[in-house]
């Protein structure tokens, strides 16, 4: 069962956002989002520098509110409800980054956020997530059930599905962090993000090429779930996959706009083995010195793997998130 | 054997600069190292706020050059030479983040860095200090031996003796970095920094007093390594003692200087056992995202348990460094 039938019927049922944003809507996003989001820090390092034969810049979104970039895309959807809409709160259903992020977004405003969660869930980021103020519903841990429940909350609360990638003012959100690496670092060459459902990849490219439309666009995807990879190598976008990679973050199917920003982007996507991202992870903790989690690793596994795309080119890497399990590192 | 023992020695024979640094001299020392040393980022964090009931400002000198704060003492030491002096090169035994520090200064400089390890040190330190382009001087694992091998090396090739603290220019190095954290945030009202032979404390105490006279100054310490807390209680500076802790950085007897700058700036320091710096560090890393080694922990497991001093107070907190072996973590 995929993210995408999910979408489909959404679609059906006019309550998702579906269409891609303007670069004017992210522009407008970053206006919004600014007096909660953090303006996350671009680190570097001489010996990634070296390693590569590039320029890196990190930009840190593992600083971000909530410890992941997702705080901006829930915000800027938190704060795009209109009053009557926001009095009855929000909605999603995500164990990971999202919830928690809603969660919070909804927290800055002042509303009810709904979060359905499967059973089975870490528990220490549904405490996260409780800790935010969010209400917790619980539900049987298939993607089916998962919707049902969502649907089920929505009809009794009146609240606003906020979908965690195919959702325009989600997208313009997450594509407010180029607005701001941009400004950080004149004269970028290219751009790296991860991409699972295409939330981050899509709102960034359109962002960056808002500002420069010759910027190298690329995505990293592990191998264990290169729906993405594959979906613009043959042109359509594959439907269905299992997902098989440590990457937890990044396990979703490419959402339907989001591949069409993609493909309308040229960003061109490599594969990485979740062995090779456990290394550039350790890699990044030992001389960027940044707790970063192994979704993240993915951009760096990707530069490295290919440095023939970025060797002597100013690179921005968006590392999108810190929510590690301090006491099951994958090495 | 104490490394006192060993300054006094060298205080006889006129190499050392023991003497302690002006506010002045700390002010040179930010221009002399600005070309070269990293102005690094002040983090904050809404949760830990929120544990102490206090506005925290986190220092994040493991993103200093080198990974630690002790490239600002070698920095000003090296680019403090005069020319001929320079052409001789500098030298000192450390196997840890000094030794790292001084190699690193030398490149900047071109000049030669000699620096003296005992058998058995991390093989991965002292790699990185080689590769910074220093030569590694191997003597046996005793604090005479190694001060024998320096002095032997200072003879052959009359290089300059740079001191891990008990040296006035790198103390006024380590200081830039308050000048830097008070440019940063306005109107702190205590700083805390981990004391270990008190090169850090010391110069701190001098820039923050410098620039603010009623500002509340704080040491962290270890329980098995407490010698300037208990020097401090009696007036006195101890003079020998054994070390037992996992703080690898803070093992050192405080200098004859330090101590001297630590009485006179009124400086409170807090002890923690290793337990509780172990508990703080890992909360650092989960909610900071920042990689810090376990002797930079030791500040916040003092304000998290001294809390009745910070509460509702601005603080400044120094964490020193993130060269941490991800293989063997202490939780």
Tied chains: 1, 2.
């Excluded at 409800?81 to 969660?103: E, F, I, M, P, W």
């Excluded at 990457?247 to 591949?259: K, V």
């Excluded at 990707?302 to 690179?315: D, I, P």
Aim: with cysteine; charged share 20%.
């Amino acid at each position: 069962m995929s993210t995408d039938l999910m979408s489909a019927d959404l679609m059906r049922s006019g309550l998702l956002r579906a269409g891609l944003p303007s670069f004017e809507q992210i522009c407008d996003a970053a206006a919004r989002i600014a007096p909660y989001a953090t303006v996350t820090p671009v680190l570097r390092s001489a010996r990634l520098d070296a390693l590569v034969g590039a320029e890196l810049h990190f930009k840190c979104e593992n600083l971000q509110r909530g410890g992941a970039f997702k705080f901006r895309g829930a915000c800027n959807a938190v704060w795009s409800l209109d009053d009557a809409q926001a009095a009855r709160g929000v909605v999603t259903h995500s164990s990971g980054n999202h919830g928690n992020a809603l969660a919070m977004a909804a927290a800055t405003r002042g509303i009810s956020a709904h979060v359905v969660v499967p059973e089975g869930a870490v528990r220490a980021k549904l405490e996260a997530i409780e800790q935010a103020g969010a209400v917790l519903h619980r539900c049987a841990p298939t993607q089916a059930a998962r919707e049902a429940m969502a649907a089920e909350v929505q009809r009794q609360t009146g609240s606003e599905l906020v979908h965690p990638y195919a959702d325009a003012r989600v997208m313009a959100g997450q594509g407010t962090l180029v607005l701001e690496l941009m400004r950080q670092v004149e004269a970028l060459d290219a751009l790296i993000t991860p991409v699972g459902g295409g939330g981050l990849a899509s709102g960034c490219a359109i962002a960056a090429h808002g500002i420069d439309p010759a910027l190298a666009l690329f995505g990293a995807e592990p191998l264990g779930a290169s729906d993405a990879a594959q979906s613009l190598a043959r042109g359509a976008r594959i439907e269905a996959f299992t997902a098989d990679t440590i990457c937890d973050g990044l396990r979703a199917l490419i959402g339907e706009p989001n591949f069409e920003a993609l493909r309308s982007h040229r960003t061109q996507v490599i594969t990485v083995s979740d062995e090779e991202t456990i290394a550039a992870m350790k890699l990044l903790w030992r001389e960027l010195k940044q707790v970063v989690e192994v979704s993240s690793a993915t951009v760096f596994a990707a530069v490295l793997k290919q440095r023939e795309h970025f060797a002597g080119r100013r690179v921005g890497l968006v590392l999108t998130g810190g929510n590690v399990d301090l006491d099951a590192l994958p090495w």
